[in-house]
């Protein structure tokens, strides 16, 4: 492993233990904004998991958003590439383009 991974990952990992250990209550999470008093759907879980599972949401979701940009960088540059290769397809007469006289 490299040496950046072990300087950045054993003192991330060892605060996530930290975390999960001063943590450990079971926390409500109620997922109903309408009633207060009887929610539909509540899960109780302990505080570190909640926190964990939505560092990894934002994690998972940030990937969803980088793939999206890649793929459209590269659907665009695929276009770019069949527009120039069209436009070297035509004759020299029909590349210009001939704006109407306003």
Do not use: C
């Not at 060892?14 to 997922?31: F, M, P």
């Not at 940030?62 to 940009?69: A, N, Q, T």
């Not at 069949?82 to 397809?89: D, E, H, M, P």
Request: no cysteine.
């Amino acid at each position: 492993m490299r040496l950046t991974t072990w300087i950045l990952g054993v003192p991330v990992a060892l605060a996530a233990i930290w975390i999960a250990l001063a943590n450990r209550q079971l926390v409500e999470l109620s997922l109903d904004p309408f009633s207060q008093t009887a929610p539909a759907l509540t899960v109780q879980m302990p505080l570190y998991l909640l926190l964990f599972l939505a560092i990894l949401a934002g994690v998972l979701l940030g990937g969803f958003v980088i793939g999206f940009r890649h793929v459209a960088r590269v659907s665009g540059e695929v276009a770019d590439s069949a527009s120039r290769r069209a436009k070297a397809l035509l004759p020299q007469s029909m590349r210009k383009t001939k704006t109407p006289a306003k």
